[in-house]
């Protein structure tokens, strides 16, 4: 297991900081644990990558072996306390993986990131709240058109920024935290889930990266989650090593905005993370990385609050061999029930064949339901995932089932209105009489 200093020396710092005096910029900060591609595989915003295979992972096993998912450093290093110290995050939706540059805050033709990074560094020292800026995907005419700007935790989209607005934005939004006049700020509502697919700073996020998109695309659709849950494709985020790399952000048990790490992540892993994580607000201990909001110490300490009080016991992870990938682990979240060591993991000594419960998934934000065609469309799909080639049975501690207990109080709230409704109906006859 990796320990903590390793982690700290090998971590990207690409966040602004207002209380560093670095006059280097922390955007384009060079990484120690980065496969850059060569300049033959380099694109542009103003043009295309010549070969995208390995965006896709189109070279097959090859590509997945040494990058992918089955790569020797695959799940090898601790996750915990890996996010530095942030408190507000910004989006620049902005053109496509597929013609992102290695430094796209940085490069001569992008000229809308170059700015906006340029503007936050030099007014690092006047902004308040420690940020970061990170591209994620556009495309216009849709919710994340180019040039729109999404900011966490503060669920607030601007639209349309240009190159002419950004001092501007920067000083009104940045530094003064208030509102960018030009651009009424529009509220956000459900997750947004980002996902680093930037594979010409890295090959890892390339390759990995898509795939863990396009298999939370067909989750979204095939439950019925248009609108509720976003996904999008975003530039380098920090932590090349631990890709699949995927940041949550939505609304916690507590009503409180808060945005969620986690590395290491697989497509097979999704179903569960959508489950867990987004539909009851439990965190995937074993895949988590850390916090925005939260210092590195803190990270480690609300970890270790969660084991306590769900009553695991220190996990292990990241030691997995690429042939363990989806294969039995326990989140300290899953409450009663007790885990045991098995093969130097931790696994749970509860089976249960399906990661996830179509009748449990209801989004604890808007309680979404799900029609029976959707439930049935949703176990066919988790059967064909756990029956096909090289599949494995996934442990997991069974997990309370909340379904019925909603379903029980929309019918006490409809009686509840039912019985108002006769209550004024009564007391206006009553009324009408008297007069």
């Given at each position: ?124 020292n006047d902004v308040k709240k ?206 009663g029930t007790d885990c045991c060591r098995a093969n ?92």
């Amino acid at each position: 297991m990796a320990s903590s200093s390793n982690n700290n020396n090998k971590r990207d710092s690409d966040f602004i900081n207002p209380n560093t005096s670095s006059s280097s910029s922390p955007i384009t900060v060079s990484d120690a644990d980065s496969y850059l591609l060569d300049s033959s595989q380099i694109g542009s915003a103003s043009g295309s990558f010549q070969n995208e295979g390995f965006l896709s992972g189109g070279d097959g096993g090859a590509a997945d072996s040494e990058f992918g998912f089955s790569r020797p450093d695959f799940r090898q290093a601790e996750l915990v306390s890996s996010v530095d110290f942030y408190e507000r995050h910004v989006f620049l939706c902005y053109k496509n993986p597929q013609v992102w540059p290695p430094r796209i805050e940085a490069a001569e033709f992008d000229r809308l990131p170059r700015l906006l990074a340029a503007a936050l560094a030099a007014r690092k020292n006047d902004v308040k709240k420690q940020t970061r800026l990170t591209i994620c995907e556009g495309h216009d005419g849709t919710e994340t058109s180019n040039g729109d700007v999404l900011i966490f935790p503060d669920m607030i989209r601007y639209r349309r920024l240009t190159h002419f607005d950004v001092d501007t934005f920067v000083e009104e939004v940045l530094v003064k935290d208030g509102e960018w006049l030009p651009g009424n700020p529009e509220a956000l509502t459900g997750w947004y889930i980002f996902v680093c697919c930037h594979g010409s700073r890295d090959r890892r996020c390339g390759v990995c990266g898509p795939a863990i998109v396009s298999r939370l695309r067909e989750e979204i659709e095939s439950n019925g989650l248009q609108g509720k849950v976003s996904v999008s494709p975003c530039s380098h985020i920090g932590g090349h090593k631990f890709a699949g790399n995927v940041i949550i952000f939505g609304l916690n048990t507590n009503k409180k905005v808060s945005g969620h790490w986690y590395g290491y992540v697989t497509p097979d892993d999704v179903p569960l993370l959508l489950e867990q994580h987004v539909a009851k607000g439990e965190i995937m201990d074993w895949l988590w990385r850390g916090q925005m909001g939260l210092s590195e110490d803190e990270q480690k300490a609300s970890q270790e609050h969660r084991l306590s009080v769900n009553g695991g016991t220190d996990m292990e992870r990241g030691t997995k061999s690429s042939n363990d990938v989806g294969t039995s682990t326990c989140g300290s979240q899953l409450e009663g029930t007790d885990c045991c060591r098995a093969n130097g993991n931790i696994s749970c000594c509860q089976n249960t064949q399906l990661p996830v419960d179509a009748d449990n998934f209801i989004l604890h934000q808007e309680n979404t339901e799900f029609t029976s065609e959707k439930k049935k469309s949703f176990r066919r799909q988790i059967s064909r995932s756990n029956s096909g080639k090289g599949a494995r049975t996934r442990k997991v501690c069974s997990m309370p089932t909340w379904y019925e207990s909603w379903e029980r109080e929309d019918t006490y709230a409809v009686l509840a209105v039912i019985g108002a409704v006769v209550s004024v109906a009564y007391a206006y006859n009553c009324y009408r009489q008297l007069k």
